[in-house]
């Protein structure tokens, strides 16, 4: 299986600032008859089910705030926040789907400092 | 609006069955597969498998072989996951959730509510 790291597991930052979250995947998540990740990103708030925010590694999903934005290829991702506001406050997962079975990162917590 | 809507929350004895349902609406439900996400108390999402809406055929991850049973009926556009024998360690909350892009493959565009699932 498809073992994805997520680090830190918890980040605290203040409001306006920048938060980055990073996804390592233990092989590679890069197709190379497309050429894209298959790597998703999703925020999910407490009492609520995930929300899709980035797809294929990088892609922003429509209606998502064009502060969150998503890089990397191959195996190491990242997702980054610009400028936080007190909404963004949830635990974020990234997701491959590379290959069977899909497995998710562990999650890591943000909070507002 | 395209949605899923899952059925409410259960309170189930151990060794008791339970049948979840997943209804689409806004869109015809054979045209985008159907993922199941198990999230226990506290903890992270873990996939389930998935089922192909056009053929009906399932798909389980390891651990979830046996006792867990996805099925559909088309003609009212809702998925379903049975889990027969409940134990204690599948108290959880349990999300369908829609490819986002029409066939089998890809990230997770649309999920439902979730259903909580308690084996006490």
């Known amino acids: 299986d498809t073992v994805l790291t997520q680090s830190p597991g918890s980040l605290a930052v203040s409001l306006g600032e920048r938060a980055t979250i990073n996804c390592k995947s233990s092989?590679?998540?890069?197709?190379?008859?497309?050429?894209?990740?298959?790597l998703a990103w999703y925020q999910q708030k407490p009492g609520q089910p995930p929300k899709l925010l980035v797809y294929?590694?990088?892609t922003r999903e429509s209606g998502v705030p064009d502060r969150f934005s998503g890089s990397g290829s191959g195996t190491d991702f990242t997702l980054t926040i610009t400028s936080l506001q007190a909404e963004d406050v949830a635990v974020y997962y990234c997701?491959?789907?590379?290959?069977?079975?899909?497995?998710f990162g562990q999650g890591t917590k943000l909070e507002i400092k | 609006q395209v949605q899923l809507v899952q059925s409410g929350s259960e309170l189930k004895k151990p060794g008791a069955s339970v049948k979840i349902s997943c209804k689409a609406s806004?869109?015809?439900?054979?045209?985008?597969?159907i993922n199941w996400v198990r999230q226990a108390p506290g903890q992270g999402l873990q996939w389930m498998g998935w089922?192909?809406?056009?053929?009906?055929?399932?798909m389980y991850a390891q651990g979830f072989t046996g006792r867990f049973v996805f099925s559909l009926d088309t003609s009212v556009n809702t998925a379903y996951v049975q889990i027969i024998g409940l134990k204690s360690d599948d108290s959880a909350i349990y999300y369908c959730?829609?490819?986002?892009?029409?066939?089998?493959?890809?990230?997770?565009?649309?999920w439902g509510q979730g259903t909580m699932i308690t084996v006490s």
């Open positions: 294929w590694a990088s």
């Open positions: 089922i192909n809406t056009n053929t009906g055929i399932p």
């Open positions: 806004g869109y015809n439900l054979t045209v985008h597969a």
């Open positions: 959730a829609r490819t986002r892009s029409p066939g089998s493959w890809g990230s997770f565009g649309i």
């Open positions: 997701h491959q789907y590379y290959s069977t079975p899909d497995t």
């Open positions: 092989q590679s998540v890069l197709y190379s008859s497309d050429n894209k990740n298959y």
